[in-house]
């Protein structure tokens, strides 16, 4: 988040309210368990027209032949998947907390290093002060601004009611319903989500983010997000935030669909912090992502940048279909494992048209009792003439109880694509931890400053601000294991 | 027919056929290929193989006796003709050749390190035919060669061979696997290292297009031993290298190496699986692979390094050269650590040959062909110079040379 928007937000925050009055919020639950009933109760309460519907019935029966995929090193009881809730109607007032002192200090404490405003904290942690600051104005600045160059980023059930042509045409057609079963389950009940579209030609201004759409609350469990990039057009998007999230919804499967079409480039920033669970192991998100980005036009190029630090169990591959000739995929990834987290993240590039390039830098880190795996498939087909891939993936060691695992794929059909892995894994050097000691540095501030270097070369692909919340959340995330 | 048939069929035939216990554990097999038959899509390790050769296997199974030669024309120095699998007894002060029938069925009948996840060593277990084992007796330094010759047509092979080198032993041991006819070998070597002993495994395989050889190995080293396995693939036929190594004490080593040279319509599935369960050990893994016109290669190298497998140093290359449109290369290096102490690393890169350095050599008045194959020779050079045996390296080169007589 940028320092000017971070001053629109604290003039907003000081004003007060000006509308004082409370809208009942309706407390319907649906029952619990998965079955048609409950897609129909979703769409009905989204107000869906009947083909998002049947869209999703369809995805349904398909969810229902298919059994997870297995071959993650990850190890967690099996989902029960009629013990969920699978539509959260917002919280009513009286189960919030009333009050910052009413929060877990501890969340509290993380804010306070990551130097959250005290304002935003309260939205954080979901506090009931009537509103804190009205994001819903601050939202329509930006969006009006938006709308002038033709940008249409909105929730992506708004996209349904307006855009249907648009939803129609590429709603699933990078991730298909059927592709595995967590996407066929997104597919049947994904409540929100961005979408995103760039015109031709355009230029996106400023970083699109979640925080500042409307309803951004209460995304996430079945999070769908659509971004298209037409011909010639540049859009950068944030997803998530530095601060940790507490969430009642264990399971999180989320589809991000990305296409660029010529000349086009999507840059798509993550940082992943959910709760991911107390010391012992116990509690904790697990969460299911799928994320992939079509290069559809020539030249076009899509970046994946990741820091992931929560979450008790992450799968998550954004991958790169380079269809277009010239077409670009990158992929930069932090991820960080402690206590009993266990992480298998990584990418897939698959290099289609000619001339195609990838380039995946990934960095892992484990701690405590934590097992981090990096998985990636990267394969050149018949016709990816001269297609290039640099791949390095470097694992860091810290404790001798945690795991760290590296299984690439490499796949080449191609005699004039040339593909180029390289890994690494070792423990903190020695020397470095010496010298940094010896210079002042505490133990912890030493390992912290040796981390961040080894990381380096990820956090600084994130938009400027970002990056800087990044560094502090990577110091974070190993507290408490070092020394 | 396939395997359940194939088994109740030659039951009577298969070695410790009487023995009840390993008739229970031979049913258990059965009932996996049952439950999980070779299933392709799952499963990895079995891309690229045309599955019907083994498990619709029409092949003759009772293998004739014929009389294997051992010779030890030099001092230290053994030659043995092993015939379809068999090697007769042989006993002097430095080693002890057993066959297989004469031997405690204990040592053949167990495979349960690397059973189960990998479907062909299930199948030598289960239709175990021939085999031999040798001992080198402690203190010793032995070279032996041994060459494998299949005599019949439509034969096949399920042999298991023992190698145990006794404490402070070393022994230099070439295999030849050169076949013409129709037939499918299934051999599975289980190594044991005992203290600081060394063993240098020469495998050079040359089989013609109709012979399927799968050659799995487990090595397991105890303190200061060393394995060194060199695999040299020049075979028209189908090759499978499928070898793991345990290093189980402080101090040992593994070192497996292998180069393919693949043309035609061939395949080659490779996997070399280092495992570190002990303090301060090395261990290597380098494959080359050379992939010409249609054919295909895997290669999956894993090294898992146990919690307690502190100051590790493991490392892992991968290269493959695809000389033509139409070969594929599928590498898997997988790293699997557990303790923190450690170096380890892996390198892979798959690739046409260096256009620059075809540029280079062309300027300077030389032949496409003539850059191209000087190109591959200089790719290999370093594992074939490093061959210290001459009569070894003479062998490699000559057949180097009919390869590479072979690309245009």
Sequence with gaps: MNSETLNTLDSYSKNKYKYGFVTEIDSEKPKKGLDEDTIRFISLKKNEPDWMLEWRLKAFSKWKKMKEPKWANLNFPEIDYQDIYYYSAPKGFDKKPKDLSEVDPKLIETYNKLGI?????????????????????????????????????????????????????????????????????????????????????????????????????????????????????YVSYLEGCTAPKRDDNQLHAANVELIAFEDAEIKYSTVQNWYPGDEDGIGGIYNFVTKRGLCAGKNSKISWTQVETGSAI??????????????????????????????????????????????????????????????GEVSFLRKADKARNYTQCDSLLVGNQCGAHTVPYIDSKNNTAVIEHEASTSKINEDQLYYCRQRGLSHEEAVSLIVNGFCKQVLQELPMEFAVEAQKLVSISLEGSVG | MNIQDN?????????????????????????????????????????????????????????????????????????????????????????????????????????????????????????LNSG??????????????????????????FQKNNYICEEGSSLNLIEEYENRNNSTSNILNVIKLEKNSKLNHFLIQDNSPNHNLIITTHSSCKNDSTYTQKVYNFSEGYVRNFHYSELIEANSEADLQGIFFLKDNNTSNNKTF????????KSNQVY??????????????????????????????????????????????ELKIYADDVKCSHGSTIGPIDENAIFYLRSRGMSKIAATKILISSFINEELSSIDNEQMSEIINKKLVRYLSKVK
């Design chain 2, 274 to 281: 280092v495992k570190h369960l002990a303090e301060d050990c």
């Design chain 2, 288 to 333: 080359k692979g050379i992939l010409n016109d249609r054919s295909k290669a895997t290669y999956f190298s894993n090294t898992h390094v146990d919690q307690v497998a502190q100051r590790t140093e493991g490392y892992q290359l991968s290269k493959g050269v695809l000389l033509s449109d139409n070969a594929s290369y599928f590498s898997k290096p």
């Design chain 1, 314 to 375: 992450t799968w998550k591959y954004p991958s790169c279909i380079l269809k277009g000739d010239n077409s670009i995929g990158e992929f930069y990834s932090v991820a960080i494992t402690n206590n009993f987290q266990q992480a298998d993240t990584g990418t897939k590039m698959t290099h289609i048209g000619k001339n195609t390039k990838s380039k995946i830098i990934s960095k892992g880190i484990s701690l405590g009792k934590s097992q981090n795996t990096y998985r």
């Design chain 2, 7 to 127: 088994y109740l069929k030659n039951k009577k035939n298969i070695f410790f056929s009487e023995n009840k216990d390993i008739q229970s554990h031979r049913e258990k097999l059965i009932n996996i290929f049952e439950n999980d038959r070779f299933d392709k899509k799952n499963n990895e390790s079995l891309k690229n193989i045309n599955l019907k050769n083994f498990i619709d296997f029409k092949y003759k199974y009772l293998i004739p006796e014929e009389k294997s030669v051992i010779n030890n024309n030099e001092k230290n120095s053994y030659s043995i003709v092993s015939i379809n699998g068999q090697c007769s007894s042989y006993k002097d002060d430095k080693i002890e050749i057993t066959k297989i029938l004469d031997e405690d069925y204990n040592d053949f009948s167990k495979n349960d390190i690397i059973e189960n996840n990998d479907h062909f060593v299930n199948l030598n277990s289960l239709f």
């Design chain 2, 132 to 157: 031999f084992k040798i001992v080198i007796k402690k203190n010793n330094n032995i070279k032996i060669k041994i060459s494998n010759i299949i005599t019949d047509d439509d034969l096949t092979i």
């Design chain 1, 117 to 233: 405003p005290l304002e935003e904290q309260k939205v954080l942690a979901g506090v009931a002060v009537d509103v804190v600051f009205d994001s819903v104005s601050v939202a329509t600045t930006y969006k009006g601004e938006l709308e002038k160059l033709g940008i249409i980023f909105c929730s992506i059930g708004e996209a349904i009611q307006k855009h249907p042509d648009l939803i129609k045409k590429y709603l699933g057609s990078v991730i298909p319903a059927g592709d595995h079963s967590f996407s066929a389950l997104n597919s049947a009940v994904f409540t929100d989500g961005s979408f995103v579209y760039i015109p031709e030609g355009v230029k996106c201004p400023m970083e699109l983010s979640t925080y500042f759409r409307i309803n951004a609350e209460n995304t996430g469990q079945f999070e769908r997000t659509l971004i298209i990039a037409d011909k010639g057009s």
